[in-house]
């Protein structure tokens, strides 16, 4: 009941006339006595009482004042914190280039217009726009023309534009613009707490002197609204689209047909929008460009969601006037929409909040002029109104849905979070003492892989206090956004995925510096079809956090968006830096000749690989993308000299991405240690062998490295794969003749088959029998089973080097085994070769 008090209250200087503002102080003063005798400590009834005498003796202050003038200002309602920092050119441009939209042109805010500019000297020419708004089919079926407020409603004082006989009751009726509609009501919920008139403060000629718009006498009104990264002038003429039918091609007042300014702002913001065959939104969004009050969106089916504590965050400040409150449904069957009284994919105004008891009460509106009510029951238990805990004012403030205006019903806040999708939160933004903006533009990659967050944009952020900081995300309006959504079925779900998704997240351990994976994230934020996504951090002045934008599906690309912080005290914000200033970008592809698969196949060695140079010790990050976002990919440094990695052991390993993961892996390492002067091996990998596919490859460092691919095995070279060699039972050694016709390069690779991995070894021999010359033995002379093969080293073989006794290649199996094994050989070489049938060495 003091929430009602206050609200009471303040309405007396917002009253509008000497009579509202003494029938309010009235109310207020026996609100404040009912107060008084309920108190339960002596310190309160002291309170109220002050409270209950103070208003009496203001109540005869206004009935012996002459004159009564409100003291509801335009820039009291206005009053929030703009982005002071000096933006850079770059973003000059870009809220330039916001400023074109559908062929109109929305400038940047700079000053109140003139009056002059609204002035008519000659009382017969009226201002008429360029081009007229666009109609959809089904309004243009009922079109009856464009006319002007004296021509279709008889409007010519003040009075008809801005003031309501009765209590405003605004409806939609032909145009798809529920959000648009439902955010007007929002609005207008502020007045009925007495907390003024917002939305009509963002329209000119506006009469400062009483605080209101007033007709314009040419027909030209100027509206000061927020998109596209600042306030901006949206300038319309006064004709409204006429019907010939009963039914209203725009926003009416059914307790007052002649209020002219919710359809003029309706008309202003649906230009912006494209407009009158608007594709939809949410009411969120309308009210942040109608406004720049900040959008928050509570998605009610979550299972985080804790309806207590949101009923506690948003009370107060309803009743305070500082957050305008609006829901959405999400998808009904026709079924669901008869039994519940409620529409599908639907936008609904909250006009009033109430505790009773212990129940939690909305005033829900539906803005469709013949729309459904709520079907269910107002309380979770009526039956609780017999027993003896409802006091007589509690009964008093129950409501009851029969004595709610058309469309207009109550819902508990439990039936509010089971049947609606969405709560859409507009906050004023006084309630912040500093503001930052900053604009850019985003190429969307062609790579479009979700967890990798290479090429967003990215902001350090740092506060001095410890405190809660509003992060907004805003996405500009494109003019072929708006085409795509017209392009779509005529569902607002299928808009929106058709538009995509943006969120943010917030990571603390970056320390500021830039991220390219998702993980660690401390803020994730869901992914939203909306143009703005808020995220709501507590900061400690210790941390410094990275701010990290995030896109899923935009299908533009390009976009521009703005990123405004909102604080009760200042933040340093600033462009994140890489945490190493030298990055290089290469690119390749995995092939069906080199996509060679994981570490334990065969193939592995036919993987891209690139060498890197180290000049002096330096950290080393390597951040590797697949063109193919389903891909499961890895990258690892080997110690390997710079030459093709053929086999990998634990301590040839520098570092590792880790477990394969999809489209996207990193290596580094955490405890930012140095990699040593040297050369290594970058190896790129796929999980599977034979998944082809395009990558990039960056590689960071702290001082300059030369990375250069590393040719393939067989690059160059003359590939002889010679017939499976069978080892069987008893044979451990076998041997086959070769013979170089000219001096060339030569180098043997064997691989198990794919039933058994025996140990085996390669020589290259020359003559055979005591007297025989070793020239390379594969892993120094060792067995291995390496499922990627063994290799012997390049050798350097002429003609002249097979006599005496001539040159052998030698497989050999560890002896000791009882089972058949087939094993493959291939013989790279610079020129041809010929190597004979394989034998067993005749001793």
């Known amino acids: ?62 009935k012996q004042a002459a004159q009564w003038t409100p003291s509801v200002s335009k820039d009291v309602l206005l009053k929030a914190p703009l982005s002071r920092r000096q933006i850079s050119r770059r973003e000059e441009v870009i809220l330039l280039e916001g400023s074109k939209l559908h062929g109109f042109k929305f400038p940047p805010w700079t000053n109140d217009p003139d009056n002059s500019l609204f002035d008519n000297p000659d009382e017969t020419s009226f201002y008429t726009e360029s081009a007229d708004l666009k109609l959809s089919d089904a309004q243009k079926a009922i079109f009856a023309g464009w006319k002007r407020p004296h021509e279709s409603l008889g409007i010519l004082t003040n009075e008809d534009i801005t003031i309501s006989i009765d209590e405003m009751d605004l409806v939609q009726d032909i145009t798809t613009d529920c959000s648009v509609v439902a955010s007007l009501c929002a609005g207008t919920a502020r007045f009925r707490k007495g907390r003024g008139q917002l939305l009509p403060t963002m329209m000119y000629p506006f009469d400062q002197q009483n605080s209101r718009p007033r007709v314009s006498k040419n027909g030209k009104y100027i509206f000061r609204l927020h998109f596209n990264g600042c306030f901006r002038k949206v300038t319309i003429d006064d004709r409204l689209p006429a019907s010939n039918t009963s039914r209203s091609l725009h926003v009416i007042d059914r307790n007052n047909p002649k209020l002219l300014w919710p359809a003029l702002i309706e008309k202003a913001y649906l230009k912006v929008r494209g407009g009158y065959d608007f594709p939809g939104s949410n009411s969120g969004t309308d009210l942040w460009v109608m406004t720049g009050w900040i959008p928050e969106q509570v998605f009610l089916q979550s299972d985080e969601l804790q309806p207590e504590l949101l009923w506690q965050r948003i009370l107060n400040s309803f009743g305070y006037g500082d957050v305008m409150i609006t829901l959405g449904t999400g998808t009904l069957s026709r079924k669901e929409e008869k039994e519940l009284g409620l529409a599908g994919e ?23 002029c013949d729309g459904m009510v709520w079907k269910g029951r107002v309380l979770v238990a009526e039956e609780e109104l017999s027993t003896q805990t409802w006091t007589q004012d509690l009964r008093e403030a129950l409501p009851n849905n029969n004595t709610t205006k058309p469309g207009t019903f109550w819902m508990n806040l439990e039936a509010v979070v089971q049947h609606f999708e969405s709560l859409y939160l507009n906050w004023n933004p006084g309630l912040f003492k500093h503001r930052q903006d900053h604009h850019f533009s985003w190429m969307i990659p062609t790579m479009k892989i979700p967890d990798s967050f290479i090429h967003n944009p990215q902001y350090a952020l740092h506060s001095t206090k410890a405190e809660t900081v509003w992060v907004l995300l805003s996405r500009h309006f494109a003019t072929s956004e708006h085409d795509i959504a017209q392009n779509k079925s005529s569902t607002l779900s299928d808009t929106s995925n058709a538009l ?4 943010l997240y917030v990571f603390s351990p970056a320390a500021g510096q830039r991220v390219y994976l998702s993980d660690n994230a401390v803020h994730r934020g869901a992914f939203v079809d909306s143009p703005q996504t808020l995220a709501r951090l507590e900061v400690s002045p210790s941390e410094t956090y990275t701010i990290v934008p995030a896109q899923h599906g935009l299908p533009l690309p390009k976009y521009s968006f703005t990123l405004s912080f909102f604080s009760r005290s200042p933040l340093t914000v600033a462009p994140a830096l890489d945490s190493l200033p030298h990055f290089t970008t290469h690119t390749g592809s995995w092939t069906r000749h080199t996509a060679g698969g994981n570490a334990s196949a065969p193939s592995y060695p036919l993987n891209p690989q690139f060498s890197i140079a180290v000049p002096s010790p330096t950290p080393i990050t390597l951040i590797l993308e697949s063109g193919d976002p389903e891909l499961a990919v890895h990258v690892k440094l080997v110690y390997s000299s710079g030459q093709r990695v053929t086999s990998i052991k634990g301590k040839d390993m520098v570092m590792s991405s880790g477990d394969y993961r999809r489209g996207c892996a990193l290596a580094s390492d955490p405890s930012e240690s140095v990699v040593p002067t040297g050369k290594y091996t970058i190896v790129c990998s796929t999980f599977s062998a034979g998944q082809t596919a395009s990558f990039t490859l960056r590689v960071g460092s702290a001082v300059p490295c030369t990375v250069l691919p ?39 690779v064997v691989r198990s088959g794919a039933t058994s991995r025996p140990l085996l070894k390669i020589s290259i021999e020359r003559g055979q029998g005591p007297n025989k010359k070793i020239l390379d033995e594969s892993c120094g002379g060792d067995f291995s089973d390496a499922p990627m093969g063994i290799r012997s080293a390049d050798l350097d073989l002429s003609p002249g080097v097979s006599a005496p006794g001539g040159l052998w290649i030698v497989i050999e199996r560890l002896g000791g085994r009882n089972e058949i094994d087939e094993v493959e050989v291939e013989v790279l070489s610079d020129s041809a070769i010929s190597v004979g049938l394989w034998g067993v060495e005749v001793k």
């Open 500 to 503: 995509g998704f943006i969120s």
């Open 346 to 368: 639907h936008d609904y105004a909250v006009l009033d909040m109430k505790e009773v008891g212990s129940q939690h009460l909305l005033l829900v509106k539906n803005p469709w």
């Open 1 to 62: 009941m003091e929430a009602d008090a206050q609200a009471a209250e303040f309405k007396v200087d917002k009253s509008l006339t000497k009579e509202e503002a003494l029938k309010n102080a009235i109310h207020a003063a026996e609100l404040y006595m009912k107060i008084t005798k309920l108190a339960s400590s002596d310190t309160e009834r002291t309170r109220f009482r002050g409270k209950f005498k103070q208003l009496l003796s203001k109540a005869e202050d206004i």
């Open 710 to 748: 590393i040719p393939a095995e067989t690059a160059g070279r003359l590939s002889t794969r010679l017939p499976v060699l069978v080892f069987r039972n008893g044979v451990d050694r076998t041997l086959a003749p070769l013979t170089v016709s000219r001096l060339t390069k030569l180098m043997v």
